[in-house]
């Protein structure tokens, strides 16, 4: 049996230091905009989702179909 996570928000890469709710996603909050790209890379790659860029500092990682 097969098992996957679909359609769903797996991480968000921020600067923003104010707390959230975040649902079942894991929040990473980072200063540095290199740094912060490069983590929601790796973390896309690792969980095959998809890296989307809200150009307010903040990316989320989408897994989705």
């Known amino acids: 049996m097969h098992v996957s996570i679909t359609h769903s928000i797996l ?7 104010e707390p959230a709710p975040s ?5 990473f909050r980072i200063r540095d905009e290199k740094e912060r790209e490069r983590v929601a890379k ?3 790659a690792i969980t095959l989702g998809m890296v989307h860029d809200l150009r307010n500092g903040t990316y989320i990682v989408v897994k989705h179909g």
């Open 23 to 27: 649902g079942s996603a894991v929040v």
């Open 42 to 44: 790796y973390i896309g």
């Open 11 to 17: 991480a968000v890469i921020t600067s923003d230091e």
